[in-house]
């Protein structure tokens, strides 16, 4: 069965971090591309960050550059993303999503989020 889990998720002060991770088990992990997407209330769901499958290249969303990195350990089946220097519009739940290319079409998986708030 595929299962994407994140944890990590909580409420945070402005300036403050956090570290998010995500769980893979039931496909071959270390095939697939890995990303982190956000989706706050009554808004569209945004890609955050993005991590190919050997961890060898990075993108991010224009809005996280220098404060968010994304990362990936193979021998564990698990993503990662340390968010720092967070900000109020940083709150949403946050996705994990695993993608494939197969035979010239993207497979995606979707974990279930992780709530992020950052309030005072």
């Known amino acids: 069965q595929v299962q994407l889990v994140e944890s990590g998720g909580g409420l945070v002060q402005p300036g403050g971090s956090l570290r998010l991770s995500c769980a893979a088990s039931g496909f071959t992990f270390s095939s697939y591309s890995m990303s982190w997407y956000r989706q706050a209330p009554g808004k569209e769901r945004l890609l955050v960050a993005a991590?190919?499958?050997?961890?060898?290249?990075?993108d991010y969303a224009e809005s996280v550059k220098g404060r968010f990195k994304i990362s990936r350990d193979n021998t564990k089946n698990t993503v990662y993303l340390q968010m720092g220097s967070l900000k109020p519009d940083d709150t949403a739940v946050y996705y994990c999503?695993?993608?494939?290319?197969?035979?010239?079409?993207?497979?995606?998986?979707w974990g279930q989020g992780t709530q992020v708030t950052v309030s005072s």
């Open positions: 999503n695993a993608e494939v290319w197969v035979e010239g079409k993207p497979d995606h998986y």
């Open positions: 991590i190919d499958s050997t961890g060898g290249a990075t």
